[in-house]
């Protein structure tokens, strides 16, 4: 990921660490600390069914809009919360989902506009297909 958009979501600190994992085969969480306190959670898993998130969450979302996306997908986000799907169309990964949240429960208290949450939720997918090698 571009590290002026990772950081614009960070608050200040002296030492960035990672908790779970990035991109799991199925389903789980990652967190990056800033100074030990949560400062983004993540979340990152496929996905059997493709829909827009701010239907299929529409409780999680708290005057949620769309995000605009550069690749195929669905994507929503409000002041602390994006969501974005895309069809990745590996048979063992048909559609793949992320989910992020700023700041995460018990994390360090930052401001995030929502625009820099949208970059950072559209850049991580971005690089998750690439990473994954998602052929659409």
Known sequence: MDENVVRAVLPEGERLSQSGE????????????????????MSFSKETKYYHPLEEYAHEFQDGED??????GNGGLDDENATIIVKCGLPERPNIISHMQVPPPGGAS????RA?????????????????????
């Open 67 to 72: 995000i605009a996306l550069n690749f195929p």
């Open 22 to 41: 990035v991109l799991p085969e199925i389903y789980n969480f990652c967190t990056l600390l800033v100074d030990g306190s949560p400062a983004v959670r």
């Open 110 to 113: 930052v401001d995030v506009s």
């Open 116 to 136: 820099d949450l949208e970059r950072f939720a559209v850049d991580y997918m971005a690089g998750a297909k690439r990473e994954i090698g998602c052929p659409s």
